[in-house]
């Protein structure tokens, strides 16, 4: 292979990263910057099978490339983004529920203290908003997920229909109440 040849291959590898950058960033309704330096392989291991389970898809870039594939985007010259991309940087992309890398890194956090503070939460981004790291963990993770509003939705749906029912229900109930009421009675006077 020529020195040309893997240039461009080098230069053709990095657009590819770069524009998969890009394209987990625009699905991701949430995204979870981590720094992960003193965080030894079995530890990272976990985190990834825990992000997995998730639906998270978790990926390590270069800052460079991160930065490379922001520009033209609101956060291009955000300040706090900037301070965060030093360092090694993972990305957690949460793309359905907004809360999910959060809540697995919080929870990764708490269950081994002296282990997992090594876990550094750079920073979060919510809908193009930068979510501080200390942040991310009290705030952007107390979010209810996808299925506790489904499910706050659903009761609150079927609140006035259960009052209906039992509105329609109660005259059907009340004579149900009198002809037994007549029934005993007439048992005992018989």
């Known amino acids: 292979m020529t020195e040309t040849a893997r ?16 394209a987990s ?7 979870v910057l981590l720094g992960f330096r003193t965080v030894n392989v079995p530890q990272v291991t976990e985190l990834r099978a825990r992000f997995r389970k998730a639906g998270v898809e978790y990926r ?3 800052n460079s ?4 594939a922001l ?14 991309l030093k360092g090694e940087t993972g990305l957690a992309f949460s793309f359905e529920d907004p809360s999910a890398a959060a809540k697995i890194v919080r ?3 708490k269950e ?21 790291g200390p942040k991310v963990e009290t705030d952007l993770a107390s979010m209810p997920g996808k299925d506790e509003l489904r499910a706050t939705l659903l009761a609150t749906l079927q609140a006035p229909l259960q009052k209906l029912v039992q509105q329609l229900n109660a005259p059907v109930q009340n004579l149900v109440y009198a002809i037994e009421a007549k029934r005993q009675k007439d048992a005992g006077e018989g």
């Open 60 to 62: 390590v870039f270069k």
């Open 112 to 132: 081994d203290k002296e282990k997992n503070e090594k876990l550094e939460v750079k920073l979060g981004v919510l809908d193009a908003s930068v979510v501080p």
């Open 107 to 109: 929870d990764f956090r």
């Open 7 to 22: 240039i461009s291959a080098a230069r053709k590898a990095k657009e590819d990263e770069v524009a998969a950058v890009k």
């Open 65 to 68: 490339l991160i930065a490379q």
């Open 25 to 31: 960033w625009q699905k991701a309704t949430s995204v």
């Open 71 to 84: 520009k033209g985007t609101p956060l291009e010259n955000s300040k706090e983004l900037e301070q965060a």
